[in-house]
T-cell receptor, first 112, second 114 residues
Framework: SQKIEQNSEALNIQEGKTATLTCNYT??????LQWYRQDPGRGPVFLLL?????KEKRKERLKVTFDTTLKQSLFHITASQPADSATYLC???????????FGQGTTLQVKP | DAGVIQSPRHEVTEMGQEVTLRCKPI?????LFWYRQTMMRGLELLIY????????DSGMPEDRFSAKMPNASFSTLKIQPSEPRDSAVYFC????????????FGQGTRLTVV
């Protein structure tokens, strides 16, 4: 079955450093991966999408990579700020149905 | 647009009671998803609809759960009878093919079954 995994341990980093979160998938090849941010008590909010034929995508301080050989996506936040503290979710999608399967999420804590 | 609207925001009910969660997707979106989120299992896809038709309900935990989408602007998720293990946050999300399948989530309904 399709499975998508994120490091369940919280990531603690110092303000100004680069945060790197990992998303691994097994048993399938997703057409695309998406990254979402979720704050406590709120629904996930879309950040970035990267397709299987794309190596890298950037948006302001965010960067996502997609390595189909390693079956892995990395999500980077450069020059991190305390306001970046949240849970980040990776989701895999296939085809045009829009069906999304989410990982468990990784909680990021940026300390001032 | 107000975004995806879910109601109620919080629901506390006794075991055995029927619970109905409601969702209004973003106008123009033709895909609608129901997710359940718990600490143990994360965000699980329960069922999704395309153009009001249920496409995949393999995530629905058991027959006590049912979902309907009578029209493009409304969907319900019903649990009957409810059990304490159904306690979770239930999210509705919608998407449109024009938006690269980005999903827009509602604020969620926090369900507590006692």
């Amino acid at each position: 079955s399709q499975k998508i995994e994120q490091n369940s341990e919280a990531l603690n980093i110092q303000e100004g450093k680069t945060a790197t979160l990992t998303c691994n998938y097994t048993n399938y090849s997703p057409a695309y991966l998406q990254w979402y941010r979720q704050d406590p008590g709120r629904g996930p909010v879309f950040l970035l999408l990267i397709r299987e034929n794309e190596k890298e995508k950037r948006k302001e301080r965010l960067k996502v990579t997609f390595d189909t050989t390693l079956k892995q996506s990395l999500f980077h936040i450069t020059a991190s700020q305390p306001a970046d503290s949240a849970t980040y979710l990776c989701a895999q999608g296939s085809g045009n149905t829009g069906k999304l399967i989410f990982g468990q999420g990784t909680t990021l804590q940026v300390k001032p | 647009d107000a975004g995806v609207i879910q109601s109620p925001r919080h629901e506390v009910t006794e075991m055995g009671q029927e619970v109905t969660l409601r969702c209004k997707p973003i106008s123009g979106h033709n895909s609608l998803f129901w997710y359940r989120q718990t600490m143990m299992r994360g965000l699980e896809l329960l069922i999704y609809f395309n153009n009001n038709v249920p496409i995949d309900d393999s995530g629905m935990p058991e027959d006590r759960f049912s979902a309907k989408m009578p029209n493009a602007s409304f969907s319900t998720l019903k649990i009957q009878p409810s059990e304490p293990r159904d306690s979770a946050v239930y999210f509705c999300a919608s998407s449109s093919p024009d938006k690269n399948t980005e999903a827009f989530f509602g604020q969620g309904t926090r369900l507590t079954v006692v």
